[in-house]
């Protein structure tokens, strides 16, 4: 992580990481998702997640595909290939530490047009979460919960998804509802964009959220969330036989780091 990441990380919260997967590797992420279409659970009306707000509504929910690691090979590999990928890992080294783990598994999120947004969230202010923090202490940061977004599309200026509020994981007081529900001062609101292959990292301390989706052509992302290798968000679950090495490491329960506790240099 280079002096301008980490400046703009501190500074917004989040952080886009251009050409990670290459055209090739999207094309076979993108073709492992073709494959199970039929698996992907698209919300409906009783789990929305526009918190009632008419600026987030939509015409059917988002689609979600939980299970990516256990698909049938060889629709599994690109996402086994994310867990602990080399360009991530050292982002990762220096947002949550040496030893950091995963602490959800990952999954696809799809937004077909229309789809619907998600309410605005985060854990900034007033109160300290001990689950979800941005901290900065002599001269280095610590997070709870990060979010590392793969994109399988392109997502351009208008077409709606990943949006955050930058700078509201240092914020002091609570997020207005209006804020939160889109209805008011929506030029302080950030949409993402970046092009297939890319990664957003974010810590969940951020304000964020989606709002609906426009273009005619789907979105995909697929999100890991991890965290500090002391932590744990969500229970510990044991690493599965597959894993090598590097995927085992990123898949240790949480516990002291002076405990032989593995980690990834790279
Ligand atoms: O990328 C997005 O649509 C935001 C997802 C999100 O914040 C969540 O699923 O909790």
């Known amino acids: 992580m280079n002096q301008e990441e980490l400046y703009l990380f501190d500074l917004n919260g989040y952080l886009v990481i251009e050409d990670v997967l290459t055209q090739e590797e999207v094309t076979t992420a993108n073709q492992a998702i073709d494959q199970n279409l039929d698996k992907i659970h698209i919300r409906p009306r009783d789990q929305r997640l526009d918190g009632d707000s008419e600026h987030l509504r939509g015409e059917h929910g988002r689609g979600e595909l939980h299970g990516l690691l256990e698909l049938d090979s060889p629709w599994c590999d690109p996402f086994r290939l994310m867990l602990a990928h080399a360009k991530i890992v050292p ?3 220096q947002i949550l530490g040496q030893g950091f783990r995963m602490d959800h598994h990952p999954f696809l999120l799809s937004m077909d047009k229309e789809a619907e947004g998600h309410l605005f969230h985060g854990s900034s202010g007033p109160d300290f979460d001990p689950n979800q923090y941005y901290i900065f202490r002599h001269g280095q940061m610590h997070n709870g919960l990060t979010v590392v977004a793969f994109q399988l599309t392109d997502v351009n200026e208008g077409d709606g998804g990943l949006v955050l ?7 002091n007081i609570t997020c207005p509802d209006s804020i939160r529900r889109y209805q008011k001062h929506q030029q302080q609101i950030r949409q993402v964009t970046c092009k297939a292959g890319s990664v957003v990292i974010f810590t969940e301390a951020v304000t964020h959220g ?8 789907a979105r995909r992302s697929i999100l890991t969330r991890y965290t500090a290798g ?5 229970p510990a679950y044991p690493a599965p036989e597959w894993a090598d090495k590097r995927q085992k490491s990123v898949m240790e329960p949480p516990y002291h780091s002076r405990l032989n506790r593995p980690f990834l240099d790279k």
């Open 165 to 171: 509020i930058p700078g509201s994981h240092k914020s």
């Open 210 to 217: 989606a709002i609906p989706w426009k273009s005619d052509s």
């Open 230 to 234: 002391n932590l744990a968000y969500s």
């Open 91 to 93: 982002y990762l080294n």
